[in-house]
């Protein structure tokens, strides 16, 4: 009887191209950043910062980069010291969360967020803040939970629209 030796598995023709990376942004992306956050400004949930803005505070960010160089991802995170009789180090806000409409649900804010609760972690921070005209549920999903005002950064709760109604979350990290 002869038998059939089996056949090796074919090898794919190409590795998988990753579907985008996370990196420090860097001040020549501010206006990718500015357009990014266009369609957020118009529907109420983000707030409108201009060009130079976002340049100055470049290294607030972190950007999920397509392969192709186009940013389709963003979130800042800005450092706040305890404030005087706070009794706690330093903590860090999550803002100007946003993600393109053609990559949500595909993981890029998910992968943002992880990079920066990796930062934080670096940092060495508390606890972490955002504010969320949204269900919030991608934060929720990671460990953040509905707090007050009175226990987020004080000039940061300040600067808040109370006309944009947003809920405050935190994580302790």
Known sequence: MITASPRPAPLPSALPVPAYSVRPAREEDAAELA??????????????????????????????????????????????????????????????????????????GAGLLRAALAMAHARSLGALFTATTGGGGL????GFAPTTAR??????????DPRRNARILTKTL
């Open 35 to 108: 357009e990014l956050s266009r369609p957020f400004v118009r529907s109420g949930a983000l707030r409108e910062r201009p060009v130079p803005l976002y340049a100055a505070h470049a290294a607030d960010f972190l950007v999920a980069q397509a392969p192709s160089g186009t940013v389709e991802g963003s979130v800042g995170l800005r450092v706040y010291p305890a404030g005087p009789g706070e009794g706690r180090g330093p903590v860090g806000v999550l803002y100007n969360f946003c993600v393109a409409g053609h990559r949500q649900g595909s993981g890029v």
């Open 139 to 142: 934060f929720l999903r990671y």
């Open 151 to 160: 226990r987020a950064p004080s000039s940061w709760a300040r600067s808040l």
